[in-house]
């Protein structure tokens, strides 16, 4: 008897493309799935393009970016496993809550309405948009240095430009003021319904570095959706990982770690929660 393996849809984060699930993306082929890792509306293009001209990320919401992949995912012939990181992992929280997926795995995910837990450090990864409320409409970009904090913050500034170059984009300025004015409301533009237990069961990965979504913020999150609902809700810390999660070295143990804890705890298979 053939068992067909469930498609995997990634999702991107702020101030990145699909670009940066590249390797995700051929070693989850490589072990036979399907893989669709489609860019937020608007992001459609190459990173250099869209450094040149981001006039088509402007005014991009939450709304849009989860509308979209829904569309997305209502075409696959069977319901995939989804992966978000950063805000992408916002995106797949509220995917869930849709009754999508079979398994989730939010990825140094920032946090639904009603979290309100906010460190230092994320204030400041964010402070180059949220610092300015005219980027609320705009797309503003990045320095450097900021994303060096934000992302490579275990590499030399060298080494980090590198990346930088790779796979840096402005950001979509209203989707990060959406998420900051959600963490104090939980009927905000991220809500999700934390009480219901029919989702798809959800794994949220942690770097023990990051300060984007450092672990606390991560925790949190969890705590969540473990206190409201019995639906299987698990967390993993990774030692020394920064937010570049998915690309950062040694991004293979952690992708190996999403599928196979996905494909385990995916819907009707045998799932037992842990604290």
């Known amino acids: 008897m053939t068992t067909t393996k469930p498609p995997i849809v990634l999702i991107h984060g702020l101030w990145m493309t699909p670009r940066s699930w590249d390797g995700w993306v ?9 893989v669709l890792a489609p860019s937020w509306p608007g992001f459609a293009g190459e990173v250099e393009e869209l ?14 970016i989860v509308d979209n992949y829904e569309r ?19 995106v797949t929280q509220l995917l869930v809550d849709r009754g999508l997926g079979c398994a989730a795995v939010p990825v140094a995910p920032g946090q639904p309405a009603g ?9 400041r990864s964010g402070f180059s948009v949220l610092g300015n409320p005219f980027t609320f409409f ?25 990346v930088y170059d790779r796979f840096c984009v402005p950001a979509a300025g209203r989707v990060l003021w959406e998420a900051a004015l959600s963490l104090l409301n939980p009927w ?29 913020t991560a925790r949190a999150t969890v705590r969540y959706y473990q206190k409201r609902s019995d ?23 952690i992708a190996d770690y999403a599928l ?16």
Not at 72 to 90: N, V, Y
Not at 188 to 209: C, D, E, K, W, Y
Not at 231 to 253: D, I, M, N, P, S
């Open 72 to 90: 997305i995912i209502r075409t696959l012939d069977a319901p995939p496993i989804i992966m978000g990181h950063s805000l992408g992992g916002i």
């Open 26 to 34: 051929k070693r989850f082929e490589r072990a036979g799935h399907k």
């Open 188 to 216: 905000g533009f991220t809500q999700v319904h934390a009480r219901n237990g029919n989702r798809a069961p959800m794994l949220f990965v942690a770097g023990s570095i990051d300060h984007v979504v450092p672990p606390v």
């Open 231 to 253: 639906a299987v809700t698990e967390y993993k810390e990774f030692a020394g990982r920064t937010h570049f999660l998915a690309g950062q070295e040694g991004w293979e143990e």
């Open 260 to 275: 196979d804890w996905a494909l385990r705890h995916a819907r009707n298979g045998s799932a037992k929660r842990s604290v």
């Open 138 to 162: 705009g797309a503003p970009p990045i320095s450097p240095s900021q994303f060096q904090y934000a992302f490579c913050n275990n590499l030399t500034e060298a080494e980090s430009r590198k």
């Open 115 to 123: 979290v309100p837990v906010l460190p230092w450090s994320t204030v």
């Open 51 to 64: 450094r040149r001209d981001p006039s088509s990320m402007k005014n991009l919401t939450f709304r849009k």
